[in-house]
């Protein structure tokens, strides 16, 4: 069993490096694009954020991942060594191929598929899942309204001025919203990996209740 759990906390921080690999390029896109910082200099600023985010906001995604989506006493370290495995599986596919993708659902979705299929719904948090789906929908829509009421509120404001009046302005608050994008993504995508490892000791018996030990915040948010 023992040799199980190390394999999945393995896979589930490949899966994080993966994560990392798909999504937190968006948060350096703009400042490497504009030449605001170099590529590695933005890549550092990304990472401090990222791994800040984990002690800032604290770990009640990880929470959610741990045991609101299935009923921790149901499932056993294979099932969770399968979820991983086809999460990972299915986030190279995608990523390798330049598909739009989900990572944070694909994990969710090779949660739920495994033990479903082994122990039937009553194993599953409904009230989780459906919270999860909801925001599936809900979270694309508010982006949306939110951008277009700060580009509304941008023109408004800045519409008269030179371009190279506002121009250090500017580099200052993409710094800004590249920081506030990693904290978002620090906080939210490496908590998944950390409540499924949290997980995965819980069934080990390494710890008694769903609770998210230091190292384990420390691995998730360094391959983030």
């Known amino acids: 069993m023992l040799t199980i759990v190390l394999l999945a906390i393995v896979i589930a921080l490949l899966f994080d490096f993966l994560n990392g690999m798909n999504d937190a390029a968006n948060s350096i896109a703009t400042i490497v694009a504009t030449r605001v910082f170099s590529p590695t200099m933005a890549v550092c600023w990304a990472a401090f954020w990222n ?3 984990i002690f800032i906001f604290g770990v009640s995604v990880a929470h959610t991942m741990g045991e609101g989506i299935v009923d921790p006493s149901r499932i056993n370290e294979y099932l969770i060594l399968a979820a991983l495995i086809g999460s990972v599986i299915w986030v190279w596919l995608c990523t390798h191929f330049g598909m739009p993708i989900s990572v944070s659902h694909a ?31 809900l979270s694309p829509l508010i982006g949306m309204i939110l951008g ?12 008269k001025k030179h371009p190279m009046k506002v121009e250090g302005l500017f580099k200052g608050l993409q710094l800004f919203s590249s920081a506030i994008f990693s904290l978002g993504h620090g906080a939210n995508d490496a908590q998944k990996t950390m409540g499924v490892i949290t997980l995965a000791l819980f069934i080990f018996n390494e710890i008694e ?6 190292w384990v915040k420390c691995l998730c948010a360094t391959f983030m």
């Open 51 to 53: 791994f800040a985010a």
């Open 107 to 137: 994990l969710i979705g090779g949660l739920i598929g495994p033990v479903w299929f082994t122990f039937g719904g009553d194993a599953l948090v409904a009230s989780g899942i459906f919270k999860i789906a909801i925001f599936i929908v």
């Open 148 to 159: 277009f009421f700060m580009m509304c509120l941008t023109m408004l404001v800045f519409h």
């Open 209 to 214: 209740t769903i609770a998210v030990p230091l």
